[in-house]
């Protein structure tokens, strides 16, 4: 059974940085792609960051380029994304998902096949 676990949200200040975890299970390391996808109240969701296990491409929506970086930790078959700079904008519920194919932000909702339950992230100072 896939499981993708989130940890690491918070409340953090304009200016601050805050970094996200996603613990993976139930499939093989290496074969997928893991992104972060994040939703604020009233907002469609938006892709924000992802990353290939295999060879460690990773792509980033230019709302995020230059502030937020994606990694992973292929030994502990975890996926983290620091975030630095933020700005209320930054407000949402931060979302893990892989699937097996990346067709860009447009289609997330279609190559994610598998998501977890989300850790919010607040910037407010």
């Known amino acids: 059974e896939v499981q993708l676990v989130e940890s690491g949200g918070g409340l953090v200040q304009p200016g601050g940085s805050l970094r996200l975890s996603c613990a993976a299970s139930?499939?093989?390391?290496?074969?997928?792609?893991i992104g972060w996808v994040r939703q604020a109240p009233g907002k469609e969701r938006e892709g924000v960051a992802a990353?290939?296990?295999?060879?460690?491409?990773?792509y980033y929506n230019d709302s995020v380029k230059g502030r937020f970086t994606i990694s992973q930790d292929y030994a502990k078959n975890t996926v983290h994304l620091q975030m630095n700079s933020m700005n209320p904008e930054d407000t949402a519920m931060y979302y893990c998902?892989?699937?097996?194919?990346?067709?860009?932000?447009?289609?997330?909702?279609?190559?994610?096949?598998?998501w977890g339950q989300g850790t919010q992230v607040t910037v407010s100072s």
């Open positions: 990353i290939y296990t295999g060879s460690d491409n990773t």
């Open positions: 139930g499939f093989r390391f290496g074969t997928h792609y």
């Open positions: 998902a892989t699937g097996l194919r990346f067709g860009g932000w447009w289609s997330v909702d279609k190559d994610f096949n598998y």
